[in-house]
């Protein structure tokens, strides 16, 4: 977790965060519900008080909100008062705690890593009261902060919260006992965590846990039961502690006296574990940078999110048991469409040859292939999914020519684990690895086992393993022929096996950069390869049938018939028959993953090609939205949330989201282009929410992603209403501005500067518009002149963002930034902060600033650099320079004011200009010689004596003390001619550079005029 706030930290009161975060939405927000709350309370008696409070909340929603809402920030910030808020909340709300629980689980979700030490200490404590008070709802909460306990992690931090979380669930046993869900997670989670408690001082903790998950799988063994196969996964790695030793004798010789429905192991081993189980044991952190990398990263590009991932969460020696729970979650959870299997996006083999290969230990090597391998055991290709068992062939396969250790590897544990697995099923086991290998052949995923399995690279003993335990799948000992014979499949499956180069999940890819031509040369090869299979396999039908058979036997007629259907209009009729039987009470949820399997299929037609009309109507956008997948949005739009269809058929749309992300940026746009989702985009929300993303950031960013990889004019057609209806995401960082900025050409960004000039799109505001302008100093060229255009299209002041003068490189490129600061009136903020850019010789960006004002505003200039001068010589001298401060803003010294001023006294010297001839900046000459030390006076010898001369001119001649010939004057005359060059030929250069974008800027603003 994060480490304490260190010096230097903004310390807000709910989130830490650096001097460089803008403020945080979510916490301004709670801040402002806080003071509303605290201003109705101020002053009167706790009876008072509480009468104020209900009197407010009565008058409406959002006053109802914003009461329950600071009572509970106060709750977290102030210790002090948490039992008199807790009171008061629990007296005042009107919603059972709904508001407040929606924001718990937000915060857990989204800033639970963020929140203070005190805040997260008294989250935990609210949480314990909600469950004290059995509020409805606590359970959800409760298990959304059980997922924040991280497996292989011992920090301090995650134990305290572990053992917290333990607390809550023994003392309050009775209401555990209420809810199925909460115990088969509990014991999943804890039974997990023992793992990774087994060092002497955390066994008081492990014995807790063990008798906590003991008691539990005694008492309600059939709610565990739910957990499915992955139980006994997880009580074998703990069956050597005496209690769970006892406990696994029961489970195998006596399991009726578990419960009289558990008929023994093999009941359980054959009950497929579900994804909620494997999900919870991932942090959201990790959740979502794992999904990232499975949709969003391209294939030989992954090194660098690998690499981070390895930093954040597998670095330590404890660690390494992480990675059967991301493995199992690859497997189980993370099942990507075909469109998506036959792109270049990172395959899920790759990231678990990546994890197998990195592991360090033994024994958490030896859990990872069993964890990869775990659904083969007892695979049942009616029961269980193909993209379960997917995986492990894939690796192994991809694995033979570069890294065949780990094909041998994977096989030998393959055969191995038949007989050892657990002796008295051997044949079961044998069978299912038996339906796995044939359900991969049946399925296309890989043509031919034989190549695999009679390699020459795998040792002899070991092929003639392979040979006894699979003849059915090995041909004869003669030498395998090429893989390539995959090629003639049609399936998308085996084009996306093939797309990918050979062990490219350890980077090879990503290292031999120095060959560039080379890449670039595979690259073109497997786009052109790619594209051809994606055209052939557009004109086949859809292939539904490991799904269709899933389900019961009236949505199966419908899907069937949804298949058959070539009209659209016909397969819009269908589809709303096929939403209505979803919405049926009677509808079993258990098949909306097969469903959306079916959907995902028959609709991927839709998601190819073009979403916007190339000419764009009322009349061309309402056939546009006019598609069978639309037609569970509509549904959507036309019911209320209170009404129990709406979250079952938001789940389907969730589950269809996990087979076809694109779904995501087309449901944005049916919320914007159809007249019969006006005012409904709030909808996205929820609809992220019910994702596994579970963020709506995340999953927006995602979503405008994908919108960006796939259709430019979509993006940009998106833009004004994503920024206008989730401020809160896109105003608070540069992400989505720097997806737009990178792909939009000169038409869409005048377009876009239209629209905020119109006050149709609002794309920065002044609390965040700073720290999204400095992270842009890192873009592409084009991307920066795109953001600096947009920024000059609002109406924001100049001063919001001149602290940007700190980050820039004296190397960079600012031209756009220079021409808007020349254009403006110089302010003595801005004058110290042009002043506050370190010096350096070649940096001739705050002199020719300098010098454009003294030409222009010389008084105003010299009032503000008089005042600055005074200041800083009048404050407690400390001899540092910026260069070794450079981080910190606005850090201005005298030194360094005064290196500015020598360069901008030479840049003038031969030039006409008399700005060093004024009174108040000769005043403060002045006034700093008479105070700095010798060092200062000689270096800047050549500054000071024009000071020294005005003296001279306004006092008796007694007091001159320097001879004509070392008058500043004659050292001036004395000046190599190349000065004169140099000025001019800078001068010129900056001139005709910032003239060329000043000319365009003066046209921008005649367009705004």
């Not at 006992?177 to 115990?183: T, Y």
């Not at 390494?320 to 199992?328: V, Y």
């Not at 979250?647 to 269809?656: G, H, N």
């Not at 270096?939 to 005005?950: G, I, K, N, P, V």
């Amino acid at each position: 977790m994060e480490p304490s706030p260190a010096k230097g930290k903004q310390q807000g009161r709910l989130l830490v965060s650096t001097t460089l975060d803008a403020k945080d939405e979510l916490e301004e927000r709670l801040e402002r519900c806080v003071a509303i709350t605290t201003s109705i309370t101020t002053g009167l008696s706790e009876r008072e008080a509480n009468d104020a409070l209900t009197a407010h909340v009565c008058k409406g929603p959002q006053q109802h909100e914003e009461v329950c809402l600071g009572l509970f920030t106060l709750l977290l910030t102030e210790t002090t008062q948490a039992q008199r808020c807790y009171r008061d909340l629990t007296l005042v709300n009107r919603d059972g705690m709904n508001v407040v629980l929606i924001k718990i689980n937000q915060i857990l979700m989204e800033k639970f890593l963020k929140l203070q030490e005190v805040c997260r200490t008294q989250l935990v404590w609210l949480v314990r009261e909600l469950v004290k008070s059995s509020v409805i709802g606590a359970d959800g909460v409760l298990m959304t902060l059980m997922k924040q306990i991280a497996g292989g992690d011992l920090s301090n931090k995650n134990l305290w919260l572990a053992e917290n979380v333990l607390d809550i669930l023994v003392e309050q046993r009775e209401w555990v006992l209420k809810s199925g869900m909460l115990v088969a997670m509990s014991v999943y989670t804890y039974l997990r965590l023992i793992v990774d408690h087994g060092t002497t001082n955390l066994l008081p903790l492990r014995q807790r846990e063990v008798d906590f998950c003991v008691g539990l799988l005694r008492e309600r063994f059939m709610e565990c039961f739910i957990i499915g196969r992955d139980l006994v996964r997880l009580l074998q790695n703990v069956a050597r502690i005496p209690e769970m030793e006892l406990l696994w004798k029961d489970l195998l010789h006596n399991p009726q006296s578990l419960s009289p429905q558990f008929t023994g192991l093999l009941q359980l081993l054959t009950s497929r574990t579900s994804r909620k189980f494997l999900a919870c044991r991932l942090t959201p952190d990790m959740e979502t940078k794992l999904l990232f990398m499975t949709s969003r990263v391209r294939f030989g590009q992954q090194k660098r999110y690998q690499d981070w991932f390895q930093r954040q969460y597998l670095s330590t020696a404890e660690s390494q048991s992480l990675r059967c729970d991301l493995i199992r979650y690859i497997c189980g959870v993370v099942h990507p469409s075909n469109e998506v299997l036959s792109s270049d996006i990172l395959p899920r083999w790759a990231i678990i040859g990546w994890l197998l290969t990195t592991c360090t230990s033994n024994v958490a090597a030896s859990n990872a292939k069993l964890a990869l391998f775990y659904d083969w055991l007892f695979f049942n290709p009616e029961k269980d999914s193909i993209m379960n068992i997917e995986p492990a062939i894939l690796v192994m396969h991809h694995s033979m020519k570069p890294h065949p250790a780990i094909t041998a590897t994977l096989l030998d544990f393959m055969c191995r684990i038949i007989p050892h697995f657990f002796p008295p099923l051997e044949g079961q086991v044998r069978q299912g690895v038996f339906n796995s290998l044939n359900f991969i052949m049946e399925k296309r995923v890989l043509a031919h086992l034989a190549p695999l399995f009679d390699n020459p690279k795998l040792d002899r003993e070991l092929r003639s393993m392979l040979r006894e335990r699979f003849p059915e799948f090995c041909s004869s000992p003669s030498p395998p022929t090429e893989v390539k014979m995959e090629e003639s499949v049609p399936l998308e499956m085996d084009n996306h096996v093939l797309d990918k180069e050979d062990g490219c999940y350890d980077n090879t890819d990503a290292t031999f950069s120095d060959d560039e031509e080379e890449l670039n040369s595979k690259g073109k090869k497997r786009e052109f390869r790619f594209h051809q299979v994606k055209e052939t396999y557009v004109e086949e039908p859809a292939d539904i049938t490991p799904y269709v058979d899933q389900l019961d036997e009236m949505l199966k007629e419908k899907v069937l018939q949804l298949q058959k259907g070539s009209d659209t209009e016909a397969q819009c009729e269908v589809m709303q028959e096929i939403v209505d039987l979803i919405l049926e009470e009677d509808f079993d949820s258990e098949q909306m993953s097969a469903l959306a399997s079916c959907l995902a299929e028959l609709f991927k037609g839709h998601f190819r090609g073009d979403v916007l009309p190339e000419e764009i109507t009322e009349e061309s956008l309402e056939e546009s939205v006019c598609k069978p997948v639309c037609l569970i949005f509509r549904n959507l739009c036309q019911m209320q949330e209170e009404n129990s269809g709406f979250s079952v058929l938001l789940d389907m749309l969730a589950e269809l989201y996990q087979k076809q992300p694109k779904i995501g940026y087309h449901l944005l746009y049916y919320l914007k282009a159809s007249k019969a989702a006006a005012g409904k985009m709030s909808l996205y929300e929820s609809f992220a929410q019910a994702t596994a993303l579970g963020d709506l950031h995340t999953c927006l960013m995602m979503d405008m992603k994908a919108c960006q990889e796939d259709d430019v004019r979509l993006l940009c057609y998106l833009t004004p209403s994503i920024y206008s209806e989730f401020p809160d995401e896109t105003l608070r960082s540069g992400e989505l501005l720097n997806m737009i900025v990178a792909v939009i050409d000169s038409t869409q960004l005048q377009e876009l500067m239209c629209h905020v000039m119109m006050g149709n799109l609002v794309m920065f505001r002044k609390d965040s518009v700073l720290n999204i302008l400095i992270q842009s100093l890192d873009w592409e060229t084009f991307e920066q002149y795109s953001t600096w255009q947009l920024f000059l299209a609002h109406s924001i002041p100049l001063e919001t963002i001149i602290p940007i003068l700190q980050h820039l490189k004296y190397k960079g490129e600012h031209n756009t930034l220079h021409t808007v600061i020349m254009q403006d009136t110089p302010t003595e903020e801005m004058v110290k902060m042009v002043l506050s850019r370190p010096c350096h010789t070649e940096d001739q960006f705050t002199t020719s600033i300098l010098r454009h004002w003294a030409a222009k505003h010389d008084d105003l200039l010299g009032e503000h650099i008089k005042a600055l001068l005074i200041k800083n010589n009048n404050m407690p001298r400390k001899r540092q320079s910026l260069r070794s401060s450079s981080s910190k803003l606005a850090q201005l010294t005298l030194e360094q004011m005064l290196e500015h001023l020598d360069s901008l006294r030479l840049s003038l010297s031969n030039t006409k200009n008399n700005f060093f001839a004024q009174t108040p900046i000769l005043q403060a000459l002045q006034h700093v010689q008479a105070s700095c030390d010798e060092a200062h006076k000689m270096r800047f010898s050549d500054l000071f004596s024009l000071a020294e001369e005005y003296e001279d001119s306004s006092k008796p001649p007694k007091s001159r003390r320097k001879a004509p010939a070392s008058s500043p004057r004659s050292r001036k005359g004395a000046a190599p001619p190349a000065n004169n060059e140099e000025d001019s030929g800078s001068s010129s250069a900056s001139v005709s550079s910032c003239a060329a974008i000043g000319l365009f800027r003066l046209r921008g603003r005649g367009l705004q005029t």
